[in-house]
Structures are given as C-alpha cells and as structure tokens.
Nanobody, 127 residues
Framework: QMQLVESGGGSVQGGGSLTLSCTTS????????MGWFRQGPGKEREFVAV?????????YADSVKGRFTIGRISAKDTTVYLQMNSLKPEDTAVYYC???????????????????WGQGTQVTVSA
C-alpha cells in the first residue's frame, strides 16, 4: 500500500506562483510514475502532468505547458513537486497527486492507470 499526501495549496492572485508537494509513504512493488490531476468547480477531473519513474520523461496538459513543472529533487526523493507559475483563474481546482503502479514506470496520462491517490489540495486563483 502507498499513501500520498499533498500540500502547498492556497489562494493566489493571477500571475502568481505556487508549489505543490506530494509526499509518498508505504511501499509498492515495482516502478511507478507520479502524476498530478485537477478538478475545477463543476468540471471533471483532468490530467495535468506526469513524471516517469526514472525522471527522464514528463508529459504536460496543453493548458499548463510552459507554466507548470513536475519533478523531484533526486531519484530517491519520496516527494514529487508541481511548480506552478503564471497562474490563471482557470487553474482554480482541487489538485490531486497519484501513483501509476500498473505499469513499468513509464509516463502515462490516463486516470485508469493510477491506483493510488492523495486527498487533494485546493488551489484558488483570483483575477
């Protein structure tokens, strides 16, 4: 079993920055990619970014490309970060981190591959 806990959410004005953290604990067998998803008010949950197990591959949603960065400090780091710059009101959402434990650690974007989820952290961006 794996536990994921997000932190770093909050309220910020448009154009500002926030850094979300996702700390993992417990253990699962095999390699796993780490992803971030979000659910805005009245919207379905959507993919934001994913980092492969090796850290060598990232994929971003078009809506955040160039503004958000996913990463970890080192391969052994149990915390995954989402650096969010140039925030827009449409970025307002509950942000979830998730672990893709079904694959071999490759970066994938579909929710169905992610077995473990955090409880979410609220990000609110005002105009």
């Amino acid at each position: 079993q794996m536990q994921l806990v997000e932190s770093g959410g909050g309220s910020v004005q448009g154009g500002g920055s926030l850094t979300l953290s996702c700390t993992t604990s417990g253990s699962i067998f095999g390699r796993y990619a780490m992803g971030w998803f979000r659910q805005g008010p009245g919207k379905e949950r959507e993919f934001v970014a994913v980092l492969s197990w090796s850290g060598g591959r990232t994929i971003y949603a078009d809506s955040v490309k160039g503004r958000f960065t996913i990463g970890r400090i080192s391969a052994k780091d149990t915390t995954v970060y989402l650096q969010m710059n140039s925030l827009k009101p449409e970025d307002t959402a509950v942000y979830y981190c998730a672990a893709d434990s079904y694959g071999l650690g490759e970066a994938r974007t579909e929710e169905r591959f992610f077995a473990y989820w955090g409880q979410g952290t609220q990000v609110t961006v005002s105009a």
